[in-house]
């Protein structure tokens, strides 16, 4: 009898054990599905656009009102609350564009393209952000709008790749040879992201080293460092909810792309399967 009860235990176990996994992948499945990803993103969109809206409201007073002025920059550092996480999420996004060039190349996932599409505009606005706001907070710290600086010409290179990228989109019609030709181009281009990243420690550059993300830890004083994380949540919760906004439009636009499709060719097979009227005569 103890014999049996053991048994039992064993089996009941290997039974939970193995139906994890198996729920696990039939939710993964389902985001996967376009339909099932719909569904989960009418879901989170509300929630992801008001704590969108509430991080920025805490990052920003943060940023203006609690934060001290610089002992060196003066008020002018209060830039590097848009700044930094600007440059934070172009890297971001390319990052998860490269990743979505590989499921596309590789693992055929079918959500991949439309992530990489819908990316790619975004990932050009926060490096818009960055170079610009790097811009301005250049004059009053360099005495220069612009310098031929190895981060500020890596980020500017960034931005031109995502350019391309939204151009090669728009100049192949046919979705699946755009997928794969923008995929290899995302891939090429991913060797900038070490080099945007790295500069300041492989050359002589006017940017400072890193200071937040660092193995030491970081070297901001807390007083600033807080509200720059809190704004870099800000961005992150905006890129997340303008990337469903994005994506789920993208699935729409391919949903009616191919009801048009479907009804033009039934139009053309219902004008072919009629007689003319004379020889009907």
Known sequence: MGQSMADERAALHRRSSGAKPHRLMQALYAI??????????????????????????????????????????????????????????????????????????????????????????????????????????????????????????SVLILFLIYLGIIALWRAIDEPGKAARAVSILTLVGAINIPIIKFSVDWWYTLHQPASVFRVGGPTIHPSLLTPLLVMGLAYLLLFSTLMIVRMGAELSERRIRRLLAIAAQDATATG??????????
């Open 272 to 281: 072919h399967g009629r007689e003319p009227a004379g020889r009907a005569a």
């Open 32 to 153: 996967a599905n376009p339909a099932g990803f719909t569904r989960l993103t009418r879901f989170l969109l509300p929630l992801l656009a008001l704590a969108t809206a509430i991080a920025f409201a805490i990052g920003l007073y943060m940023s203006l009102v609690t934060a001290p002025a610089d002992y060196q920059q003066g008020e002018s550092v209060r830039i590097m609350f848009v700044h930094v996480p600007a440059a934070w999420l172009a890297l971001l996004t390319y990052t998860a564009m490269t990743a979505s060039a590989l499921g596309t190349l590789v693992f055929r996932h079918p959500l991949a393209d439309v992530a990489q599409k819908a990316a790619a505009p975004l990932g050009a606005g926060f490096s818009a952000i960055c170079l610009v706001t790097g811009s301005i907070w250049g004059k009053p710290t360099w005495g220069s709008w612009w310098e031929w600086d190895a981060r500020l010409t």
